[in-house]
T-cell receptor
Framework: GAVVSQHPSWVICKSGTSVKIECRSL??????MFWYRQFPKQSLMLMAT?????????EQGVEKDKFLINHASLTLSTLTVTSAHPEDSSFYIC????????????FGPGTRLTVT | DQQVKQNSPSLSVQEGRISILNCDYT??????FLWYKKYPAEGPTFLIS?????DKNEDGRFTVFLNKSAKHLSLHIVPSQPGDSAVYFC???????????FGKGTKLSVIP
């Protein structure tokens, strides 16, 4: 089946620094990718929709200047957490649909971000 | 306001018995429902789905039931196996949209 990878799988950074997370579709092209965040014992919350060749669409309450999304190619989307703070510590997951239905959406393995 | 609710944070079931995970939703625009399975520190894996035009979908040991009038769906796993132990997320989408709205998940523990 379709595979989505994320890199890094975990990262620890100091408060005030920026961190880039990559999401790749390995055997299919994805014009759209989604970025989710999951806090412990909470649901996956959609942060933004990444669109190849155009600006990302952010969900209400998500700071677009803090969470920079770049969808540079049909197989790569990046999420950059700028000026990270401890409250940004979370599990970040990307997903990509492979067809016109949401059930064809494949998720990456996630990235655990810890900001100290 | 949570549009997809999983009111049971955890469930324990004996191996071989049936596991029933429940999910309620409030948005009547949802037309497609999915169940995902998630292990710790991994992304969710698609399990089974159902369209709003159906009331049941079966795939091996997994069956999803949809009651539109009650805005309720359930996932039945029978027989339950220890490898089924994971967090199960209910998700829903609106026609024409890739976006998924997730519930908070139910942690299933299947006891050998």
């Amino acid at each position: 089946g379709a595979v989505v990878s994320q890199h890094p799988s975990w990262v620890i950074c100091k408060s005030g620094t920026s961190v880039k997370i990559e999401c790749r579709s390995l055997d299919f092209q994805a014009t759209t990718m989604f970025w989710y965040r999951q806090f412990p014992k909470q649901s996956l919350m959609l942060m933004a929709t990444s669109n190849e060749g155009s600006k990302a669409t952010y969900e209400q309450g998500v700071e677009k200047d803090k969470f920079l999304i770049n969808h540079a190619s049909l197989t790569l989307s990046t999420l950059t957490v700028t000026s990270a703070h401890p409250e940004d510590s979370s599990f970040y997951i990307c997903s990509a649909p492979t067809s016109g239905r949401s059930y064809e959406q494949y998720f990456g393995p996630g990235t655990r971000l810890t900001v100290t | 306001d949570q549009q997809v609710k999983q009111n049971s944070p955890s469930l324990s079931v004996q191996e071989g018995r049936i596991s029933i995970l429940n999910c309620d939703y409030t948005n009547s625009m949802f037309d497609y429902f999915l169940w995902y399975k998630k292990y710790p520190a991994e992304g969710p894996t698609f399990l089974i789905s159902i369209s709003s035009i159906k009331d049941k979908n079966e795939d091996g040991r997994f069956t999803v039931f949809l009651n539109k009038s009650a805005k309720h769906l359930s996932l039945h796993i029978v027989p339950s196996q220890p490898g089924d132990s994971a967090v199960y997320f209910c998700a829903a989408s609106v026609a024409g949209s890739y976006q998924l709205t997730f519930g908070k998940g139910t942690k299933l523990s299947v006891i050998p």
